[in-house]
């Protein structure tokens, strides 16, 4: 593998490109359900320089894959920085200290905490889920491993890790101070970037983000906003119907329901979506997820206007 590092006083290029107020562009990629690295070697290939970090899934829907700590180092080994995800399914707050500090001392400087899905979802229904500590606890736990060199139980750290910390949100339709509750003990924790659920209703995303500007949040924490492309009439229905957390107007099914080719149609409500997300005040970047259809990331960035991507300051 080629050697790749992102260490730049500690802080990776997210960070460094968010702290300057740049519009950054993130998306998704899947590790294999095998013992290989050549496929997400590809992956992150046909990214790289459409992106400014791809995130590596955790054994999301509870489906064994290859870990998301090995996946981000075959990621960064072809130039892309890895936004690492953890979930609190999987593992005690052992081994979660212990992921996080190999993390951060083998160069992986971005992670996002998530609960993850239940076990039952995924192919080992009869394993026992862990969920030792919240989400919020593990955000907390990060800032005072990074910060004060501490673990939960008080125990002293020798080198600290180095770690931009995100977290998740759904922006749906629902009382203010629900909406603003959830994020900011997030925030309060600290988390330092929010990633949402894909958005698809712009008028609901805009009452969502107007309740982080008003709450001071968008001063204290970045958000970007979720964008997937939708790849048939059957994954529009299923998202509407199926998937919590995913608000889509009949509007957007119907266009994809009366387009020739649905498929290019959900690239083109992805890009327009991605370039009208750039305009809403206090937005700082989007996630592309596209769930195994990696190839149309570079296009949907290059369509809403966002190449060629910055250079990060030193």
């Not at 707050?93 to 998530?114: H, K, P, T």
């Not at 026992?128 to 139980?153: A, F, H, N, Q, W």
């Not at 600290?160 to 101070?177: C, I, K, N, Q, Y």
Request: aromatic share 4%; proline share 5%; charged share 25%.
């Amino acid at each position: 593998m080629k050697e790749y590092s992102i260490r730049i006083d500690g802080r990776s290029r997210l960070q460094r490109l968010l702290e300057v107020g740049e519009f950054v562009v993130t998306c998704e990629l899947g590790p294999p359900q095998g013992a290989e690295s050549g496929h997400l070697a590809e992956k992150a290939r046909r990214v790289r320089g459409s992106v400014d970090a791809c995130n590596l899934t955790d054994c999301t829907t509870a489906m064994v894959r290859l870990s998301s700590l090995a996946s981000s180092l075959i990621v960064q080994s072809e130039g892309v920085e890895a936004v690492m995800q953890i979930t609190l399914r999987d593992r005690n707050r052992i081994g979660l200290q212990s992921d996080l500090l190999g993390a951060s001392a083998l160069g992986i400087r971005n992670v996002l905490c998530l609960y993850g899905d239940p076990p039952e979802a995924g192919n080992e229904k009869e394993a026992k889920p862990v969920y030792d500590i919240s989400t919020t606890e593990l955000i907390s736990c990060i800032r005072g491993m990074r910060d004060r060199g501490e673990l939960i139980g008080g125990g002293k750290l020798t080198h600290p890790p180095e770690l931009f910390v995100g977290a998740a949100a759904t922006p749906l339709r629902e009382d203010s101070s629900i909406r603003i509750a959830n994020v900011a003990k997030k925030v309060e924790a600290g988390a330092q970037f929010i990633q949402t659920q894909p958005v698809f209703d712009i008028d609901v995303f805009r009452e969502f983000i107007a309740d982080m500007r008003s709450s001071g949040l968008t001063d204290r924490c970045r958000f970007i906003a979720g964008i997937m492309p939708i790849r048939s009439v059957r994954m529009a229905k299923h998202l509407k119907e199926k998937v919590h957390g995913i608000t889509l107007p009949d509007g957007v099914l119907r266009r994809v329901e009366d387009a020739a080719d649905p498929a290019r149609e959900g690239i083109r409500i992805a890009h327009e979506t991605a370039a009208e997300l750039k305009q809403v005040h206090g937005v700082s970047g989007i996630h592309i997820m596209t769930v195994a259809w990696e190839d149309v990331i570079p296009e949907i960035v290059e369509e809403a206007g966002l190449m060629p991507r910055p250079s990060p300051p030193g």
